[in-house]
């Protein structure tokens, strides 16, 4: 069964940070390329991070370049996203994504997953 898991999120301070998980089952995620895309209530799923199979960067969302950085460790089958000097504005659902060729279009990623909840609040 193919899957994706997410781990990671949670309620941190503004300036906090975190480390989002994704831990793929089913598939070998070194064939793929990765994405990370969030979703914040009342608006529209934006991209944040993707890496080609060959870890080349494809996309970093302008505000995010410096504070976000997309990793995977292709012996464990996980990806990750490491996120520092969270604002506010990064509360969202974060997701996890894989697509079979190099892409930061999200309807060409076909496994996701089930999404983590990234609260920044003092």
């Known amino acids: 069964q193919v899957q994706l898991v997410e781990s990671g999120g949670g309620l941190v301070q503004p300036g906090g940070s975190l480390r989002l998980s994704c831990a793929a089952s089913?598939?070998?995620?070194?064939?793929?390329?990765i994405g990370w895309f969030r979703q914040a209530p009342g608006k529209e799923r934006e991209g944040v991070s993707c890496?080609?199979?060959?870890?080349?960067?494809?996309y970093y969302a302008d505000s995010l370049k410096g504070r976000f950085t997309i990793s995977r460790d292709n012996a464990k089958n996980t990806m990750y996203l490491q996120m520092d000097s969270l604002k506010p504005e990064d509360t969202a659902v974060y997701y996890c994504?894989?697509?079979?060729?190099?892409?930061?279009?999200?309807?060409?990623?076909?496994?996701w997953g089930q999404g983590t909840q990234v609260t920044v609040s003092s």
């Open positions: 890496i080609s199979s060959s870890d080349d960067i494809i």
């Open positions: 994504a894989a697509a079979p060729r190099g892409t930061y279009y999200a309807p060409e990623y076909n496994y």
């Open positions: 089913g598939f070998t995620l070194d064939y793929y390329t």
